[in-house]
């Protein structure tokens, strides 16, 4: 494919840039931690799976991507949906389940869409988007249209049928589809070594004559990094990639999970590598940024989460006279 | 604890579990294998303990690879072994439905019987916890519409006690539901409570006035509505389906006879769903007994939404059924 798009600059670090990337990192934690506080409020109610930890895939890949690409993403969305610049208030009503969220209340915590950000959903079939994005991928490339697609998935989904059919689909039509797998090592209560008979998930790659790349998920510049480097070669080739992002999520796999699977002694080695603590200090080491910095930037993102929350609890519910609405398409869409 | 009429306090959960122990127990060919059945414990703690007690051997973890593991599951059952699969939930029993209805279901036809499969797949399924439209599934129909299959529906806390050890005994495929709204439910069974006959619809409570056809989560629903009529004078007759598939006609028959009306409640869509099934054998069969057109509370025709509020007013509740019967005996207007 001809290649029209400039090749985005390696990552350097400016105060700028690191205080973006470090924002949007403790924006989605709190937010996160704040949903979880909700929940046990009975504010948010079904399956509520969070990202802490994990938070430095989300934020790095998104600054490789344009608002034009496609992102689709799991059940474990909200890190993704905030760093594609979904308002945290429309994504906080959606998980009330109010008129005013991002998906009109229909889809819940799980569901969240965006068809303005180019945001898929939102799948909570394991694996049940990986096919769609292929699609999407698809079908950019044959109105000719320079975008690509980026499809976030764990380590569980790599086990699925759908993962395998979907790499094939992805090399042998080279489609432009950046397939990000959030390695954190569980898949709900089963550990990778347990699931994969080869853990080093990115050798899949080359099965399908696809190239791959793995990352250290904990650090944002690396990921970002990745990305960058990633996304030129989709755009330079034309042809698929798959890029491994190793993590770790922090909390229960939903909040219904005892985690009776790991150790907590694991849990807290992988606390140590926490990827928002860590750019701070390389912030700080760079003198990019200042302790006073931080505690304002703390401050912001209490205000912006309490707005969220305040713009959700002004929701309002739909009317029950629209339970059937949204089936077909059509004037009452 | 046993008390004087020699029942015991169990939850659902407990005594799916308790059937679990007894199968494991009972025949070394049966092993459970599923995802998160054992470390983790079952995703509803349904299989808690189990893997301590019996070992991985018998108490298998897989990967999400449900087309793999279903499949496995029919081949190992085929290669001699009593398999229990469990699917975590209906909702991803799609993935593994190429093998369930290809497979599972058509191995003894078109062997020309000389291959049976002995599997049991286990799923958990139903509404009522703002799962919203992936994971709220009510897919008893989709599995009654296949023949080669025997279909189980577990609604009471004898039939979690045990119906699976009654499905072991088939030399065919049996898929049996578990509802996950009813996990921590509370209820007596006898002591010595065991296998229970796997082949016939059950009259949970008699009546003479309607007969209230329901099967899983509608059954208790069903008996609190026959239970909030008996006030106003109406005696309803509460029949549960269990098996989907075959069809125990006659017991329905039987009470349709007597009663003279039936109103049918189902989670499922209401189109081409199990009550349109047993309307239709009814409407075929027994006509002339019908007193009233039969009526059915289904589940409204829409994907599942998450709102509390809209989840609940697409499925019928209690209070649906208590007027609906209401109107078909047309009490309004005594
Ligand atoms: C097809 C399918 N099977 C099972 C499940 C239940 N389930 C939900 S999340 C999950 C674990 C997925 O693990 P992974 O892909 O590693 O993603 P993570 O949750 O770790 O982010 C399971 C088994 C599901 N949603 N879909
Ligand atoms: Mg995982």
């Known amino acids: 494919m001809e290649n029209t798009i400039a090749i985005q600059a390696a990552t350097t670090i400016d105060r700028a840039h690191g205080s973006e990337l470090l924002y949007q990192m403790m924006m989605i934690r709190r937010f996160e931690e704040k949903a979880a506080e909700l929940y046990t409020k009975m504010k948010i109610r079904g399956f509520l799976h969070l990202y802490v930890g994990e938070e430095a895939v989300a934020v790095g890949i998104m600054q490789a991507l344009t608002p034009e690409d496609n992102i689709l993403s799991t059940y474990r969305e909200h890190g993704h949906a905030l760093a594609r610049g979904i308002d945290a208030g429309k994504i906080m009503a959606e998980m009330y389940g109010k008129m005013e969220g991002c998906s009109r209340g229909r889809g819940g915590s799980m569901h969240l869409f965006d068809v303005e950000k180019r945001f898929y959903g939102g799948n909570a079939i394991v694996a049940g988007h990986l096919p769609i994005a292929v699609g999407m991928a698809l079908a950019c490339k044959k109105q000719k249209i320079n975008n690509i697609t980026c499809c976030f998935f764990g380590d569980g989904a790599v086990a699925e049928g759908a993962f395998h059919e979907t790499m094939n689909l992805a090399a042998l039509w080279s489609v432009p589809l950046l397939m990000v797998c959030e390695n954190n090592l569980y898949a709900m209560g089963t550990a990778i070594r347990y699931s994969h008979a080869v853990q080093e998930l990115e050798k899949k790659g080359a099965a399908y004559g696809i190239e791959f790349a793995a990352v250290n998920g904990m650090d944002v510049l690396q990921v970002e990094k990745a990305a960058r480097e990633a996304v030129e070669k989709i755009h330079r080739t034309g042809r698929p990639f798959f890029l491994v992002c190793n993590t770790y999520r922090f909390r229960a796999h939903s909040m219904f999970d005892a985690e009776l699977y790991r150790e907590k002694s694991e849990v807290d080695e992988w606390k140590k590598k926490d990827p928002i603590p860590a750019l701070q200090k390389q912030l700080l080491g760079l003198q990019l940024t200042t302790d006073d910095d931080i505690k304002q930037m703390e401050k912001k993102v209490d205000q912006e989460v309490q707005k969220a929350v305040d713009f959700a609890e002004a929701g309002t519910w739909e009317p029950v006279s629209a339970l059937t609405k949204f089936v077909y398409s059509g004037p009452n869409k | ?334």
């Open chain 2, 1 to 334: 604890m046993i008390d004087e009429n020699n029942t015991i306090k169990i939850t659902y959960r407990e005594a799916l579990k308790l059937a679990l122990r007894d199968a494991l127990q009972k025949d070394e060919k049966v092993f459970l294998m599923g995802e998160d059945v054992g470390r983790y414990g079952g995703a509803f703690a349904v299989s808690k303990g189990l893997l301590q007690e019996f070992g991985h051997e018998r108490i298998m973890d897989v990967p999400l690879s449900e087309t793999g593991f279903v499949g496995a599951g029919i081949g190992a059952a085929l290669g001699g072994m009593h398999p229990i699969v469990e699917v975590m939930t209906v909702n991803f029993s799609l993935l593994a439905m190429d093998q369930i209805v290809n497979n599972a279901a058509t191995l003894l036809h078109m062997s020309g019987g000389q291959l049976n499969v002995p599997v049991i797949i286990r799923m958990s399924c139903g509404t009522g916890k703002q799962l919203a439209a992936q994971h709220s599934h009510s897919w008893e129909p989709l599995f009654a519409h296949i023949p080669g299959l025997k279909v189980l529906s577990v609604g009471t806390h004898e039939d979690a006690r045990g119906m699976l050890l009654m499905a072991l005994q088939s030399a065919d495929p049996v898929i049996i539901f578990e509802y996950t709204a009813m996990l921590n439910m509370e209820g007596e069974i006898p002591a010595n409570a065991g296998i229970v006959n796997s082949t016939n619809a059950t009259v949970r409570k008699e009546g003479k006035d309607i007969s209230i056809i329901t099967y899983g989560a509608g059954v208790y629903k069903a008996l609190d509505a026959a239970k909030e009529l008996i006030p106003l004078g109406i005696d309803a007759e509460v029949v549960d389906l269990r098996v989907l598939r075959p069809l125990d006609t006659e017991t329905i028959f039987t009470s349709v006879r007597k009663t003279h009306r039936a109103l049918l409640v189902e989670e499922a869509w209401g189109s081409v769903n199990v009550a349109a099934e047993v309307s239709a054998c009814i409407m075929e069969n027994i006509f002339y007994e019908l007193d009233a057109p039969v009526q059915r509370l289904c589940g409204a025709e829409v994907p599942m939404p998450y709102p509390k509020h809209l989840e609940d007013a697409s499925l019928p509740q209690k209070e649906d059924i208590v007027s609906m019967v209401k109107r078909m005996l047309q009490h309004d207007r005594v």
